[in-house]
């Protein structure tokens, strides 16, 4: 077991990108009160009930109309999170994200951007929400992964207070660059933390100072930039941890969002019926690792649930049944409460050898960038 996705010196990603349009905003025009005609007053009876049977009749339509055709998108402003019953925000990392030429090839906008300062100079830094850079202009949501320690740094010492002034830099630092924009700032703190490849990798016990460290860093994020959503993240499942990624979850109290990082791989699926048994998988060490796993986590601690990164893995095929697969699932639970799909983000990230792009040059997974451009 590895990584899902190579990384670059220092095991931080690497992050193409560049800045976008405006947000997306609500459609339709105000509707005059039924009843109701300028200048007020109250119309004669005979226009009541003329208004009463073409009421019924439109009615009628409008019922047909709907339940006839799937809407193809369902765009969500970011002055507020998505409604419940089926809307999520839907987006992208990597290729053309900014420029719009990712959301002109699949169809629907951008709805939130994915992005990582991982190390503990850009975490600090944020270049690329910075004036000129690739997001600098960018009004829409964003999840930005920030890392946490670094190299020969420790989960026991950022539980006794030794790294509060980076991560205290790191929060004035977004709110800085961040507060003026519309749409709201999910911070990924930690993530895949779960996962033996990054410093801040959470081992048998290591638990507790990971959770002590992790209500520190809660404290100065509640202090400085409030208005942002603190993101609890974890790989699909453990690797080579120890524990029960759920005995490092440091409370609902201390966390805004659950997130997952799911790609497909080990297991590989390629059919619908091993999609569907993917989904209620658990890891070696117990821990929740199909996506259904990760959904019911997140509702019994009262969390709507994201998926910063996904895709498909083409080093281990082409499959339509994993995009048809998670299509359906933001589909099904999509919404901002608990136990929702609040949003998702593809890893459309080039390099790795192009293993993971469904956009963009040397498409390697053509059946499934096909599908998921017909879905979406």
């Known amino acids: 077991r590895s990584h899902p996705h190579a990384s670059s010196p220092g095991g931080q990603h690497v992050h193409p990108s560049t800045p976008s349009e405006t947000a997306p905003v609500p459609t339709g025009e105000p509707q005059t009160p039924a009843g109701t005609r300028p200048g007020g007053g109250r119309p004669p009876a005979w226009v009541l009930w003329l208004a009463a049977g073409l009421a019924v009749v439109l009615g009628v339509v409008t019922f047909v109309v709907v339940a006839g055709d799937e809407p193809e998108s369902s765009v969500v402003g970011t002055e507020a999170p998505p409604a419940a019953g089926g809307q999520w925000l839907s987006g992208s990392a990597g290729i053309e994200v900014v420029d719009g030429g990712f959301a002109d090839w699949r169809?629907?906008?951008?709805?939130?951007?994915?992005s990582w300062s991982d190390d503990n100079e850009n975490m600090v830094e944020m270049w690329q929400l910075q004036p000129g850079w690739e997001f600098g202009d960018w009004d829409r949501p964003m999840d930005v992964a920030i890392g946490a320690i670094g190299p020969e740094e420790t989960w026991r010492e950022a539980a006794a207070g030794a790294y509060d002034d980076r991560w205290r830099a790191s929060m004035t630092k977004l709110r800085e660059l961040w507060a003026d924009r519309p749409g709201?700032?999910?911070v990924?703190?930690?993530?895949?933390?779960?996962?033996?490849w990054y410093p801040w990798s959470v081992s048998w016990g290591e638990q507790d100072d990971f959770k002590a460290a992790w209500q520190r860093f809660r404290e100065l994020q509640q202090e400085i930039y409030p208005e942002s959503q603190l993101v609890f993240c974890v790989n699909r499942e453990a690797v080579q941890t120890g524990l029960d990624w759920r005995e490092t979850f440091p409370g609902a109290e201390f966390v805004d969002v659950m997130s997952v990082d799911y790609y497909n791989q080990y297991p590989y699926v390629d059919t619908a019926e091993e999609w569907q048994d993917s989904l209620d998988d658990y890891d070696q060490f117990g821990g929740?690792?199909?996506?259904?796993?990760?959904?019911?986590?997140?509702?019994?601690?009262?969390?709507p649930l994201a998926v910063s990164e996904w895709s498909g893995n083409a080093d281990e095929g082409d499959s339509t049944a994993f995009i048809e697969g998670m299509n359906e699932f933001f589909r099904e639970h999509g919404g901002n409460g608990p136990g929702q799909v609040l949003y998702e983000i593809l890893f459309n990230v080039e390099g790795y050898d192009e293993k993971f792009i469904l956009y963009g040059d040397g498409v390697r997974m053509p059946e499934s960038a096909e599908a998921y451009r017909r879905l979406w």
Do not use: Q
Not at 107 to 114: P, Y
Not at 188 to 196: D, K, T, V, W
Not at 289 to 295: E, S, T
């Open 188 to 196: 990924r703190f930690a993530h895949e933390s779960n996962g033996n």
């Open 184 to 186: 709201t700032l999910y």
């Open 288 to 303: 929740p690792k199909g996506l259904a796993r990760h959904l019911e986590f997140a509702e019994s601690v009262g969390l």
């Open 107 to 114: 169809g629907r906008d951008v709805e939130i951007a994915g």
